[in-house]
């Protein structure tokens, strides 16, 4: 079944999308990820330009971001006064992220630099979840005695830095300065590459910031859900990438999907989930790394363009 998308220019099957959706959805219950980064490259793999599947996924994030982030707020599991510090840097990195993508995109050089950029971020991110996977499976096949790990509240050179604040919610004392730089770093990987970023972010609260776990998840979605959004209507307003149709046909499969995977995901060890993850990003990795180095068949195409056609 055909559905046209305005925005793409393109024909493409609604079934298709929706097992698309589905299938990032499954990912996204089994491993408790966002799935923008593989949604986009799934997208692009099909063809669908550049800016509108990097534009679409947005809205798709925000979409399906919205009932977790509402939820944790009801359970008051977030940190609205970090997550606050959080939002303010990620919305300045979107405006920055959506200007640098309009120049790469005025130039021509988005298609190369989004599939660079996937083909480091993925490759680099899938080769570290890989040896932590197998480090913590020889681990648990060893049963020898862990390291002890640094408490929530315990800093290094976060301890040092100027304007501090104090984290009531979270039991931090620490400076704005990390929490915005984070924060801004998100927004500008999220608006170049259409990925809300909550496999970085999280890490990087827990780690940097020794944010305690019982609200580092929900204070991560409100950052995603707000900074998303923000992203969503500056690709909207900018450069009219937005193809509303495509996300909504790839919600309503992600949200079938997510069930499934949620299920199927409680059969499975924490180590054994990472190694898998780390597979099929590596994958998704090799992907790219082939499209940049084998030349098409076809490497150029010519038609003809009347007045009033379309090629």
Do not use: N
Not at 95 to 106: E, K, M, N, P, S
Not at 268 to 287: E, K, P, T
């Amino acid at each position: 079944m055909p559905i046209y998308l305005p925005i793409a220019e393109l024909s493409v099957d609604l079934f298709f999308l929706i097992g698309i959706g589905a299938a990032i959805g499954f990912i996204s219950g089994l491993f408790g990820v966002g799935g923008g980064f593989l949604l986009t490259p799934l997208l692009l793999f099909s063809g669908v330009p550049a800016p509108v599947a990097v534009g679409s996924v947005t809205a798709q994030v925000v979409a399906s971001s919205t009932s977790g982030a509402l939820s944790y707020i009801r359970r008051g599991a977030i940190d609205l006064h970090l997550g606050g510090f959080l939002v303010m840097g990620g919305i300045f990195g979107s405006f920055a992220g959506v200007w640098i993508f309009g120049l790469l995109r005025a130039v021509g050089q988005l298609d190369l630099f989004i599939s660079l950029g996937y083909l480091i971020f993925l490759g680099s991110v899938g080769v570290l979840m890989m040896i932590e996977a197998v480090r913590s499976l020889l681990k648990s096949r060893l049963s020898g005695p862990r390291a002890p790990r640094r408490l929530p509240g315990q800093h290094s050179w976060v301890q040092i830095l100027p304007g501090r604040v104090r984290f009531k919610k979270s039991r931090l004392y620490i400076s704005i300065i990390p929490i915005l730089m984070i924060g801004f770093a998100i927004g500008i990987v999220g608006a170049l590459l259409g990925i809300g970023g909550g496999f970085i972010l999280v890490p990087a609260l827990v780690y940097i910031l020794r944010v305690p776990g019982s609200v580092v998840v929900g204070t991560s979605l409100l950052h995603l859900l707000a900074v998303m959004a923000v992203t969503c209507i500056l690709h909207a307003t900018q450069s009219q990438s937005v193809d509303i149709l495509l996300a909504f046909c790839l919600m309503v499969g992600s949200v079938a999907g997510a069930q499934f995977g949620a299920s199927a995901g409680q059969h499975l060890r924490g180590d054994q989930l990472r190694a898998l993850l780390a597979l099929i990003v590596l994958g998704v990795a090799l992907r790219f790394a082939l499209s940049l180095f084998i030349a098409p068949d076809d490497p150029f195409s010519m038609s003809v363009i009347g007045f009033g056609e379309t090629a």
